[in-house]
């Protein structure tokens, strides 16, 4: 069975950083692309960033380049999200998804969903 399970969210003033964490359990997914996605009440889940498996490109929303950080530890199936400087705006629920191509998770195309991490930004 296939699991994604986020971690690290929280409650944090603006301007401040956090650290997400998803690990993947069931397969390994050293091979394919994983991202990052956010849904804040209301709207709509946005696409906030993505790597590939080899060798480690990325890509970015507009919306979160030069504050958020991507990275990836294949040996324990994990992805991270170190994002700083954040903003009210960044307050959404963060899920982590799992794609073969860049392109499928860019298009917020995931073969599997984890549960969602909660952050929250005060002003």
């Known amino acids: 069975q296939v699991q994604l399970v986020e971690s690290g969210g929280g409650l944090v003033q603006a301007g401040g950083s956090l650290r997400l964490s998803c690990v993947a359990s069931g397969r390994t997914f050293s091979r394919y692309a994983m991202g990052w996605f956010r849904q804040a009440p209301g709207k709509e889940r946005e696409f906030i960033a993505a790597i590939s498996w080899r060798p480690n490109s990325t890509d970015y929303a507009d919306s979160v380049k030069g504050r958020f950080t991507i990275s990836r530890d294949n040996a324990k199936n994990t992805v991270y999200l170190q994002m700083n400087s954040l903003k009210p705006e960044d307050a959404a629920i963060y899920y982590c998804?799992?794609?073969?191509?860049?392109?499928?998770?860019?298009?917020?195309?995931?073969?599997?969903w984890g549960q969602g991490t909660q952050v929250t930004v005060s002003s």
């Open positions: 998804g799992t794609n073969p191509t860049l392109y499928g998770l860019r298009r917020i195309r995931s073969d599997y």
